[in-house]
C-alpha cells in the first residue's frame, strides 16, 4: 500500500515537470553547452610519440640553415679529395708528384761529402782549342756539346744561360732541358739577331753558363748534385762587308813616326853623341899625360 502511494508520487510530480521541458527559456544556455555528450561514431586522434633528440636535431639543423641562409658572407665549400703520393724513385730535390690538386716534395738524398759536386766538361769547342770566336750572325748555329762528370744524384732538367760582364747582362737561352748524360745544344745568332732587336749581342766576351733548373746560376755546389758551370769563355764579334784591299784604308794607321818612335829615336842619337863626347875626352886626357 506504501509502494503503489510513492509510484503515485513520482507520477504527479513527472506530470508536473513535463510542461517545464517544452517551455525551456532562450536567456539560459543551450542544454549542449552544459552537458557534451560523446560522438561513438567520431575516431579518437592517437598521439605519435616523437624523439625528444630528434627534434632537438631537427631544430638544430633548422636554425644554422637560417643562419646561413640570413648571413651575408660568402660560403665555401671545399670539395677538394685529392689525396698525395710521392715518387720514390725521385730522389732531385724538389721533385715532386701529385694526384688531383696537391703536391709534396720527394725526400732529397744526401751524398757523402768527400765525394764532391757534379761538374760539366766540354767535348765541343774543347777546352785545348784556346779562345774560340763565334760571328753574330752567322747563318750556321754554333754547338755545343758537353757531358756530366761525377754526378750521383740525376738533375731534373737544365736551364743554360750566356752572361757578358761588359753589358751587365745575362740572355737565357733555355730551360727545362732534358738531361742527357751528353748534351748538345745549338744556338742560331742569326734568327736571335733578327727577333732581338732591342737587346742585341754585343761585341764582347761571354760565359757559357749551365745549371740545374731547380737550382740557381749562384748556388752552392753540394756533394753528389750538379754545381753551377761557368768555366767556358767565348767571344762574339760582327763582321763588316767586304772590301778590296787596295780600296782599303787603315784609320789609325799614319806614314810619320808615332811619339813611340820618336822617343826610341831621339835616345839613340843622345846616346851615340855621349859615347863619342866621352871616349873623346878620355883619349885627349891620356895623350896629356904622355
Not at 782549342?129 to 754554333?142: K, S
Not at 744561360?161 to 732541358?177: I, P, Y
Not at 753540394?222 to 784591299?245: C, H, I, K, N, V
Amino acid at each position: 500500500m506504501k509502494g503503489t502511494r510513492s509510484l503515485g508520487h513520482i507520477l504527479t510530480v513527472a506530470l508536473a515537470l513535463a510542461p517545464l521541458t517544452s517551455a525551456w527559456p532562450g536567456w539560459l544556455p543551450d542544454v549542449d553547452t552544459l552537458v557534451v555528450r560523446q560522438d561513438d561514431s567520431s575516431s579518437s586522434a592517437e598521439a605519435t610519440p616523437t624523439s625528444t633528440a630528434a627534434q632537438s636535431s631537427q631544430t638544430s639543423t633548422d636554425d644554422q640553415a637560417t643562419s646561413s641562409a640570413d648571413s651575408n658572407e660568402p660560403q665555401t665549400t671545399n670539395l677538394n679529395t685529392a689525396k698525395v703520393t710521392s715518387d720514390p724513385t725521385n730522389t732531385k730535390s724538389g721533385g715532386s708528384t701529385a694526384t688531383g690538386n696537391s703536391t709534396t716534395k720527394a725526400t732529397h738524398s744526401t751524398f757523402n761529402a768527400q765525394d764532391g759536386a757534379g761538374g760539366v766538361a766540354m767535348i765541343t769547342p774543347a777546352t785545348t782549342d784556346g779562345t774560340t770566336l763565334y760571328r753574330i750572325g752567322d747563318p750556321t748555329p754554333i754547338t755545343w756539346v758537353w757531358n756530366y762528370t761525377s754526378l750521383q744524384g740525376t738533375p731534373s732538367a737544365i736551364d743554360v744561360l750566356v752572361s757578358c760582364s761588359t753589358a751587365t747582362a745575362t740572355w737565357t737561352l733555355t730551360q727545362n732541358m732534358t738531361f742527357e748524360p751528353t748534351a748538345t745544344f745549338t744556338w742560331d745568332t742569326l734568327k736571335y739577331s733578327e727577333s732581338a732587336i732591342a737587346s742585341p749581342l754585343l761585341v764582347a766576351q761571354y760565359t757559357l753558363i749551365i745549371y740545374d733548373s731547380e737550382s740557381s746560376p749562384d748556388a752552392t755546389a753540394e756533394a753528389g748534385y750538379l754545381a753551377p758551370f761557368d768555366g767556358f769563355q767565348f767571344g762574339m764579334y760582327t763582321s763588316r762587308p767586304y772590301q778590296d784591299l787596295g780600296e782599303w784604308k787603315c784609320a789609325t794607321c799614319s806614314g810619320a813616326l808615332g811619339a813611340a818612335d820618336r822617343q826610341a829615336l831621339g835616345f839613340v842619337v843622345s846616346m851615340s853623341i855621349i859615347t863619342i863626347l866621352s871616349f873623346t875626352w878620355y883619349v885627349t886626357g891620356f895623350a896629356a899625360l904622355l
